[in-house]
C-alpha cells in the first residue's frame, strides 16, 4: 500500500509572530521556519504503518516554493521514501492546495492519504475535507488513533461529545490530531541518508491546473494589547470601578 502525506513549511512554532508594518502579511524574514507540527503526527502515522508491514512507500508532497525542499527533507530523514514538490506561490488557500493534492493523487493513486487537521499559520482545518469531497473518499478527520484491517481503516476520532469510532473503505482521507501519536526525532544517519532520496519538482501546468484564488486578504494585525489589572481593597471599590468603567463606555 502507498500512501501520500501532505506537509507544509511553517514558521516554527517557539517564534514570535510579527506583523509586516504596512500589514500585508506575517514577517518571515530570517524568521525560523519549520514542518507543521499536525504534518509531523502525519508522517509518524505513515512511518509506523509501513513499519508495521501494511505500507510499502510513503511519499510526501508540499506546496510551495523552492525553500520547501527543506520540509520534504525533513520528512524524508523521519521515514518517508521520496518527495515531491509542486512548484507555485506560498500562501494558497485551502481549496486551491486541495486541488493540487487532488491531482497528485490521481498521478501517485494512493490507498491512504493522511495530513494534519490544520496548519498552524492560518489554522484553516479545511484542506482534508476539501480534498476528500474532490476526490469522493471517504474521510476520517481529527483521528486520535488509526487501525488498517484489510481494506478497511478504523478511525477513532475527537468529537464535541467525546470520542467517536468510524470504519472507512480505503481509499481514504485522514487528518491527524494531537493525541494520535508522539513523532519521533531524526537521527543523524536517516539525516545523512534523506540527502539521497529523491524529490521531484512539478510545475502547476504540469499537474494541467489553472490556480484562481477567490480569497482576497485585506490585512493582517496583532490582537489588540489587554490593559493590566486593577487590584482593589473592598467590595466597595470595585463596585466603584466597575461603575467608572460603564459611565466610560
Not at 500562501?91 to 490507498?111: G, H, M, S, T, Y
Request: glycine share 6%; net charge negative.
Amino acid at each position: 500500500m502507498k500512501i501520500l502525506v501532505a506537509v507544509k513549511r511553517v514558521v516554527d512554532f517557539n517564534v514570535k509572530i510579527r506583523i509586516k508594518a504596512d500589514g500585508s502579511g506575517v514577517d518571515t524574514e530570517q524568521v525560523k521556519m519549520s514542518m507543521n507540527p499536525f504534518d509531523e503526527i502525519a508522517i509518524e502515522e505513515a512511518v509506523r504503518l509501513k513499519e508495521q508491514g501494511i505500507a510499502n512507500e510513503i511519499c510526501v508532497v508540499t506546496v510551495g516554493s523552492a525553500p520547501c525542499q527543506e520540509t520534504l527533507r525533513s520528512a524524508l530523514a523521519l521515514g518517508a521514501d521520496r518527495g515531491i514538490l509542486v512548484s507555485t506561490e506560498p500562501n494558497l488557500e485551502p481549496l486551491l492546495i486541495a486541488r493540487i493534492l487532488e491531482q497528485i493523487a490521481k498521478q501517485e493513486q494512493p490507498r491512504l492519504i493522511i495530513l494534519g487537521k490544520q496548519a498552524i499559520d492560518d489554522d484553516c482545518n479545511q484542506t482534508g475535507q476539501m480534498l476528500a469531497a474532490l476526490l469522493n473518499w471517504p474521510q476520517g478527520t481529527f483521528a486520535s488513533q488509526l487501525k488498517i484491517i484489510g481494506s478497511q481503516a478504523e478511525v477513532t476520532r475527537e468529537v464535541d461529545q467525546g470520542m467517536e469510532t468510524i470504519n472507512l473503505t480505503l481509499p481514504a482521507v485522514i487528518t491527524t490530531d494531537l493525541r494520535l501519536n508522539q513523532p519521533r526525532y531524526a537521527t543523524l544517519p536517516n539525516i545523512m541518508r534523506a540527502k539521497q532520496k529523491p524529490i521531484k519538482t512539478l510545475s502547476l501546468s504540469e499537474l494541467g491546473i489553472q490556480l484562481e484564488s477567490h480569497l482576497e486578504i485585506l490585512d493582517i494585525s496583532s490582537p489588540v494589547q489587554k490593559k493590566s489589572g486593577v487590584k482593589v481593597n473592598s467590595f466597595k471599590e470595585l463596585i466603584e470601578k466597575l461603575q467608572e468603567q460603564v459611565e466610560n463606555t
